[in-house]
């Protein structure tokens, strides 16, 4: 059909004859045909633009974003980009043909970013520890392969155990396509909100949970737990643990993220291994990944079924300070029993602090009352107990046993080159059981620099031991329970009794932390420290002492609490650390965006304007607008068809205005050559001619020798501005109109602007785009053109970008009455800073210009209603 | 609007009632199915104009629904919709001639506007031809 509707039309084309009453109608069709597909190519292009801003605001890594986020606005642009492509070739069939082969390298270039290549685990579904060391980290995940690492090269007594691997974890993953739903249903959620957040991690753990594991992966499973049961020829209850791949990225902790389950027998084993895979979705850890940037791909859940250890006492030993990288002890905190306290922080611990020497020598310790423990009973699994008599108040180690614990960590620390935190437990023979360790996160303390308590600074509480240093100020907001965690306001101080893991997925929004239980040793100060947030623990009474939504100042270094803001102390306040810059996610995006986002195509009349030199999806969106625009004013000309030319407005502003009529921009036919203003009822065209025509331009600004000699020489060099030549539009402003759409394509003086805009009841596609390039003068004098302009725009809240002296500046989604009075702001600056790059070196006679426009702007828009101060908000989704 | 008939296929039943209760409640007439063979049955039965194609179902994905739809009514436009983002998947509905390719979650007054955008374009196909039938004779 398309080449019978050519060749019609080519008869026009051809002979200037005029078509019949049926012809007229075919071409009419024919014509609204076009107009739907240029509309289209032009919500194509708005929205490709938009995803454009999108990405390049998430590129600034301020706010957080997943690999779903990559997705979705790669696969947004890429669409929207090829329908460009498709609608321009329906407006102009076969004349640029190219754009696809440019289209598809591009997408060639961008797919691997979007889908980076999985690495398909090779190995067994299951492990024995003794057959893993450190190069099976890929598969066993880094923990297990310390762990293992250890036992074999220093001789470390290390619980017996099997790993499920990558290859498991994938093989239950695969099963059931487990993985494909998981990401459907974070595509589907705004993860960024905390309610949304839970119930996603809810309804994904759920689908974990009830998901049967594949038969080969169970039967790998029961023979790993048997051999072991065989060689110890007894039950042998299990420690099930995370083991995630992972775990080691750079600067990254995953304290606390995932589940353990204690004294697992062998018909739990199943659903233990399960509940650890479920842990990675739990809102802690779905929350770290985002805000860290990490890639879910990126982080198999390997999962260690390790013998439970009878212990007699517990903890973890950092072998070094980590909030202060100048303090070279080592600290052991330990408790009686299973060390599970000293990392969930739900209770006071021992404290030992070791000098490092040969032979080290303890130095310190705080023994606290312990009126709990926990144990591991092989037939009622884990208890709490009371613990009685002096036990409580008795330290749960020896001082042979301190020292014997800070020599094994010094092993360790030597041998991995690096400070080291270190799980480690003490069987009911005495012996040292190491259970896991990982690299210590040390951040550098300024409490050196900062001034010494002043005695007037109110203070209102202290105490504690510093988690993580640093100073913030901010509202109290007291968390006692899960429901709390979703009204935690961004930038509050999060006052708590138990330093529980759970809270750390709050940490990206809290300005400080402070706890009345828990060690620096605890999971959440591992992650408080992580995202630089200023921690105190062990505060007594923090919670009843002080008051919700109550200022304070929180200097964790000094370990004091003050009312109000002590602007001395918040200027030693640390930036916060930006994890998303640089991270995984941020590397595929940026890698993406290189692709899409840079411009290329500036100069339409230049010689690389072809679609084969489109390097970027950018580029793709800025030829095929110009060029739609183009074909669009190409029609009714070509096809000798004068109901669709341009017509003359005739009016009062003393410059020639065309305008094409694309659908419903008249009131009537309107006949012969000219058209008058009360035909024409496109709202945005309108908007726009009352600002052109608000006030009579005054002519060009006087001018300096100075500015007239660097138009004249410009005008010598470059022909384009001689108004003797003929360019493609020279000399004439065409306006293109509908209703809801206009674009006005004007050279006034030397310099070229279009102004775009659709505006209407649609407010979600309600967009306003004005394009300002060269002028007369010299670069310097245009560069400082655009620059004015910018600032005049600005205060209106236009998103300005500046390339050369080439301006864009752009508004969308508000609604209709808003941005009638922009396009009327950019009507006026259309007409009155013609010329102005002439006097853009004297800085006076600019501030003059400035004052002015701006002061008769407000007197045109004095005369109706204010702009609206916000976009509209979406009526929801589904 | 009176005119529009649109069908919406999801394999997810849930979020195929809400989507349809939301746009009837719009003024749309629009009706559901869970299936690529269910909307090739009602596609046989009654005239549609716009169908919102889930992308991946069982049994007869999205892809293969597309490939037949447009096969046997070229004029009727397909909408994609997805939870499942693919640039790939979207490049190859787009040209085997579906209208856009859409990402879940889709605010409910951007994929009305779509099916009318999209009705707009069949309308225009009809006219085309119409026109075109008008000339020969």
């Not at chain 1, 306290?341 to 490092?356: K, L, M, Y």
Request: hydrophobic share 40%; proline share 6%.
């Amino acid at each position: 059909m398309i080449k019978r509707l050519r060749a019609f039309f080519s008869k026009f084309q051809s002979n200037g004859q005029q078509p019949t009453a049926a012809e007229a109608e075919a071409l009419r069709i024919a014509f609204k045909d076009r107009y739907h597909h240029f509309k289209q190519l032009l919500n194509a292009n708005n929205r490709a633009l938009e995803v454009m801003g999108e990405i390049e605001k998430a590129l600034r890594g301020t706010t957080p974003f997943g690999m779903q986020f990559v997705r979705s606005s790669c696969t947004r642009v890429s669409t929207d980009v090829f329908q460009i492509v498709q609608h321009i070739a329906a407006l102009a069939p076969g004349k640029y043909g190219a754009l696809q082969t440019s289209f598809k390298a591009i997408q060639t270039q961008i797919n691997p970013f979007v889908y980076p290549p999985a690495a398909e685990p090779q190995g067994p579904l299951v492990m024995p520890l003794g057959s893993v060391d450190r190069a099976s980290a890929d598969l066993t995940g880094p923990k297990m392969a310390n762990l293992a690492e250890l036992a074999r090269q220093l001789n470390l007594k290390i619980p017996h155990g099997f790993v499920v691997t990558s290859t498991g974890f994938e093989c239950f993953m695969k099963s059931g396509d487990l993985q494909a739903e998981i990401n459907r249903r974070t595509q589907a959620t705004e993860i960024e909100r905390p309610d949304h957040l839970y119930a996603l991690s809810t309804a994904i753990q759920q689908l974990i949970i009830q998901s049967p594991l594949p038969d080969e992966l169970s039967r790998a499973l029961a023979d790993a737990q048997e051999q072991m049961e065989a060689v110890a020829g007894k039950h042998v209850p299990l420690a099930v643990r995370s083991s995630a791949i992972g775990e080691d990225l750079s600067g990254a902790s995953f304290a606390g993220q995932y589940r353990s389950i204690l004294n697992v027998g062998r018909e739990a084993l199943a659903d233990a291994f399960k509940e650890v895979v479920a842990s990675k979705y739990g809102p802690p850890a779905m929350t770290y990944r985002l805000h860290r940037g990490i890639r879910d791909e990126e982080v198999p859940m390997c999962v260690g079924c390790l013998q439970m250890v009878d212990a007699k006492a517990g903890g973890v030993l950092y072998t070094r300070n980590p909030v202060d990288i100048r303090n070279e002890a080592l600290i052991i905190h330990a408790t009686w029993g299973l060390p599970k306290t000293v990392v969930d922080g739900s209770a006071a611990t021992d404290q030992f602090i070791v000098r490092r020497s040969s032979p080290p020598v303890l130095a310190e310790q705080h023994i606290p009352h312990k009126p709990q423990r926990y144990v591991c009973y092989p037939e009622e699994g884990v208890c709490r107990l009371t613990t009685t008599g002096d036990q409580a108040d008795s330290p749960c180690l020896t001082d042979s046993q301190v020292l014997a614990l800070a020599e094994m960590g010094m092993r360790i620390e030597n041998y991995y080159g690096q400070p080291q935190d270190v799980e480690w437990a003490l069987d009911a023979d005495d012996q040292l059981i190491l259970l896991q360790c990982r690299p210590l996160q040390q951040t550098v303390s300024r409490a050196a620099e900062m001034p010494p308590a002043d005695p007037r600074w109110p203070l209102c509480l202290q105490g504690g031991q510093t988690a993580s240093s640093g100073v913030a100020a901010g509202k109290v907001f007291i968390v006692t329970k899960e429901a709390d965690a979703l009204q935690f306001p961004k930038g509050a101080i999060l006052v708590t009794v138990q330093a529980l893991p759970r809270w750390a997925m709050l940490l990206n929004r809290a300005a400080a932390l402070i706890t009345e239980q828990g060690s620096l040793a605890g999971h959440l100060a591992n992650v408080a420290r992580e995202f630089q947030i200023p921690a105190i623990f062990g505060v007594p009474e923090a919670t009843t002492r002080l008051a919700s939504r109550q200022a304070v100042t929180v200097d964790a270094n000094g370990c004091k609490i003050y009312s109000g803001r002590i602007d001395e102390l918040l200027a030693f306040r640390d930036t916060p650390r930006n994890l998303m810059a640089g991270s995984r996610v941020w590397q595929m995006l940026d890698g993406a965006a290189k692709m899409i986002i840079p411009l290329h195509l500036l100069n339409p009349d230049g010689p690389d304007f072809r679609p084969e030199r489109c390097r970027t999806l950018h580029d793709i969106t800025r030829f095929c607008h110009e060029k739609a625009v183009h074909e669009m004013f190409r029609f009714g000309k070509a096809h000798h068809f004068p109901e669709r030319s341009s017509k003359q407005l005739r009016a009062q502003v003393p410059m020639q205005w065309w305008i094409l009529n694309l659908d419903d921009g008249f009131n009537t036919e309107v006949e012969g050559q000219y058209v008058e203003l009360e035909n024409i009822v496109s709202i945005p065209m309108r908007a726009l001619w009352a600002g052109i025509s608000a006030q009579p331009w005054e002519g060009p600004p006087p001018v300096d020798s100075k500015g007239f000699m660097s138009v004249m020489f410009q005008a010598t060099t470059n022909k384009a501005l001689l108004p003797t030549v003929r360019t493609t539009m020279t000399n004439r402003n065409y306006f293109m109109i509908s209703k809801n759409y206009c674009s006005l394509q004007s050279r006034l003086g030397f310099h070229f602007s279009i102004v775009e805009a659709l505006v209407g009841e649609r407010t979600g596609e309600n967009y306003i785009n004005f394009t300002f390039k060269g002028g007369g003068a010299d670069f310097s004098r245009r560069l400082k053109r655009v620059q004015f302009i910018q600032e005049l725009l600005e205060p209106y809240g236009f998103r300005i970008t500046i390339k050369e002296d080439h301006l864009n500046a752009r508004i969308e989604q508000y609604i209709m009455s808003t941005m009638i009075q922009y396009l009327k702001i950019l009507g006026f600056l259309t007409i009155h800073t013609r010329q102005l790059d002439m006097i853009m070196a004297n800085p006076n006679v600019l501030a003059h210009y400035r004052q002015k426009i701006l002061a008769d702007i407000d007197t045109m828009l004095a005369a109706d209603t204010p702009p609206a101060a916000a976009p509209s908000a979406a009526t929801g989704n589904v | 609007m009176e005119s529009l008939k649109a069908l919406f296929v999801d394999d997810e039943t849930e979020y195929l009632q809400t989507a349809i209760k939301r746009m009837k409640k719009r003024g749309m007439n629009i009706i559901g199915v869970s299936s690529g063979p269910e909307a090739l049955a009602i596609l046989a039965e009654q005239k549609m104009d716009v169908v919102v194609m889930d992308m991946r179902m069982p049994g007869m994905d999205g892809i293969q629904a597309l490939r037949e739809v447009k096969q046997l009514y070229p004029l009727v436009e397909v909408i994609m919709l997805t939870g499942h983002a693919s640039m790939e998947a979207a490049i190859q509905g787009m040209e085997l001639g579906a209208f856009d390719y859409l990402m879940k979650p889709i605010d409910i007054d951007e994929l009305i506007y779509k099916i009318q955008d999209a009705f707009q374009k069949r309308q225009l196909q009809i006219k085309k031809i119409e026109s075109m039938e008008k000339m020969r004779r």
